[in-house]
């Protein structure tokens, strides 16, 4: 899987032709799933822009009820009605800017699920965190409580997002990804069984066409969440293909 966050960029006329061009220039590839995050307010459109193609739709956020007197959020009910199959869940830019909580999460997991999104769940350390040696204590309790209450998981993508790696250019080298991967695929298991062979386990932060490749080649490597990368069609194409050649 290859999905692009496009976070709060694009307008109208880009965020339709940046989808078209994706969906011209990727028509060939049969493998593995494609799907585009624009801003709320661009859905609609680049929905219809894809239709009919293999593009599937996410939404970068969303609220954990239905509908209610909750001014500025936007319900599970809305994306579905927009065309969203996939759902951004825990974004560290979330996380950090508007003090998004493991118990939201958690909240807002449980209610994509039921409302039939699935969730693209992202977690990750920052540097400091890191420098401690607490990477994996960090993450690990972040998918648990996360996953709390959760019994069936096949439904699920988490992406492994370093904060320190989010927009800096700076990228975790393959195997430092690769540990990280591993150690929750391996969490999975324990509690889920098997399914966390088809557990889909992202890689986010500073992924460009040159180094997807050596991380895609990493066992536990099933993708990529792609932001900057993402907003050129050229670039975003060239990390798809190279990612369909691997898998
Ligand atoms: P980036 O963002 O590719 O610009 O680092 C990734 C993300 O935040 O999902």
Same mark, same amino acid.
């Given at each position: 899987m290859v999905a692009g966050n496009w976070k709060m960029n694009t307008a109208q006329d880009e965020a339709k032709a940046l989808a078209k061009y994706i969906v011209v220039n990727t028509q060939d590839i049969k493998n593995g799933e494609v799907v585009?995050?624009?801003?709320?307010?661009?859905?609609?459109?680049?929905?219809?822009?894809?239709? @009919?193609?293999h593009i599937k739709l996410s939404a970068q956020n969303m609220y954990f009820e239905d509908k209610g007197a909750y001014t500025g959020e936007i319900s599970p009910i809305m994306l579905k009605d927009a065309g969203c199959q996939y759902v951004i869940i825990g974004h560290s830019e979330r996380r950090k800017y508007f003090n998004e909580t493991d118990e939201n999460i958690n909240l807002k997991l449980k209610k994509a699920l039921s409302t039939g999104l699935k969730p693209i769940l992202c977690v990750g350390e920052t540097l400091e965190e890191r420098e401690k040696d607490i990477t994996e204590f960090v993450v @690990?309790?972040?998918?648990?409580?996360?996953?709390?209450?959760?019994?069936?998981?096949?439904? #699920?993508?988490?992406?492994?997002?370093?904060?320190?790696?989010?927009?800096? @250019?700076?990228?975790?080298?393959?195997?430092?990804?690769? %540990?990280?991967?591993?150690f929750i695929r391996e969490m999975i298991r324990k509690k889920y069984g098997n399914?966390?062979?088809?557990?889909? #386990?992202?890689?986010?932060?500073?992924?460009?066409v040159?180094? #997807?490749?050596?991380? #895609? %080649?990493?066992?536990?490597?099933?993708?990529?969440?792609?932001?900057?990368?993402?907003?050129? @069609?050229?670039?975003?194409?060239g990390i798809i293909k190279k990612v369909a050649e691997k898998r």
């Open positions: 585009l995050s624009p801003p709320f307010v661009y859905l609609f459109a680049v929905s219809d822009a894809i239709k @009919g193609s @690990g309790i972040q998918i648990k409580k996360a996953l709390y209450g959760i019994q069936d998981i096949s439904n #699920i993508v988490i992406a492994y997002e370093p904060v320190w790696a989010i927009g800096t @250019g700076k990228n975790a080298t393959p195997e430092e990804a690769e %540990e990280v991967h591993f399914t966390a062979d088809k557990l889909l #386990i992202l890689y986010g932060g500073s992924v460009t040159d180094n #997807i490749g050596s991380l #895609i %080649e990493m066992k536990d490597i099933d993708g990529a969440l792609v932001g900057g990368a993402s907003l050129k @069609g050229e670039s975003f194409v």
